[in-house]
């Protein structure tokens, strides 16, 4: 009895060892005698002692893998530093854990060769201004060339591109040169549309002056036409009262003669004189018939 209590402490803890729970995102790689048996995923399993064993635990979740830089050439013969990171899942077990020697290490490797291809057939603007092309392209290659190992590529991503510093240099200078061309511009754009504004107020300035002077001298000049014609008329009803008044007739000559030098005052009226100069009596009368025939053709 006493020796049958260890024994059954012995199996006990025997059976307790040989039961393994599998977490979730994980799993196991059994070997039995040395040869595959299966692969257990998330939950409880049972292992038998001695026998079987766990070749390898993996995580099915996915792994994000930086590599150092790579150094590439380019198709014009520049060498610069590439530095890449890698998204890759484990969707075989039993394929990763026998289908290469260190999986990591084969990506790498496999990662470094594609780039340096890849970057061989670009030229050096081409890779800067290129990396969606380029992630593209490796993820498509890389993705490939794992399948046998139990391996997705998800994603690869080009981290850093360091070309040489001379190149870096010559780069920062271009930037530089650029910019200020750029500045140019828009500081001559800038004077030309102050230019074009100011020319065209002084355009509108002048056209609105010269409109204020003619507007202006229009004004005067109705002003001008209509005392001259509020005058004749005034004088026109002075003779008229005179004539209905039966004044002397030297007093309407005399106010004949007032109104023919006013009428004379203007540059485009012309006035006949008669010949007789003495006959004012004459004169008065003719200038009454041109008042009277004035008044008749307003």
């Known amino acids: ?20 729970v599998v977490p979730q995102a994980e799993a196991y790689v059994i070997e039995r005698v040395g040869s595959y048996l299966e692969t257990w995923q998330n939950g409880l399993h049972f ?22 830089p790579q150094p590439v050439i380019t198709k014009d013969n520049v060498t610069m530093q590439i530095d890449t990171v890698v998204y890759y899942q484990i969707t075989d077990p039993k394929l990763y854990t026998y289908g290469v020697e260190n ?17 061989g057939e670009l030229e050096l603007d081409q890779t800067l201004t290129s990396r969606d092309i380029i992630n593209a392209k490796m993820r498509s290659i890389l993705d490939e060339a794992t399948d046998p190992w139990g391996i997705k590529i998800n994603r690869v991503e080009v981290k850093n591109i360091i070309p040489p510093r001379d190149i870096q240099e010559a780069m ?11 500045e140019k511009i828009l500081q001559a754009e800038g004077e030309k549309k102050s230019s074009i504004l100011i020319a065209e107020g002084e355009k509108e300035s002048a056209i609105l002056r ?16 209509e005392a001259i014609i509020k005058m004749n008329q005034a004088e026109a009803e002075s003779i008229k009262l005179l ?11 005399l106010k004949s003669l007032e109104a023919v030098a006013k009428m004379a005052d203007g540059q485009a009226t012309k006035i006949i004189v008669p010949s007789n100069l003495q006959d004012v009596a004459s004169l008065a009368t003719t200038v009454g018939e041109m008042l009277k025939d004035d008044k008749k053709t307003k």
């Open 1 to 20: 009895m006493e020796i049958l209590i260890p024994i059954l402490i012995i199996v006990f803890i025997g059976i307790i060892l040989c039961i393994k």
């Open 47 to 68: 292992m038998i002692p001695f026998i079987d064993r766990i070749s390898n635990r993996l995580t099915l979740k996915e792994i994000v893998k930086d590599f150092k």
């Open 103 to 119: 999986p990591i290490t084969a990506i790498e490797n496999l990662t470094a060769t594609t780039l340096r291809n890849i970057i």
């Open 172 to 182: 920062e200078k271009q930037m530089r040169a650029e910019r200020e061309r750029r």
């Open 210 to 225: 010269a409109e204020a002077n003619k507007e202006a001298a229009i004004k005067v000049a109705e002003g001008q036409a």
């Open 243 to 253: 004539r209905e008044a039966k004044a002397d007739q030297s007093v309407i000559t």
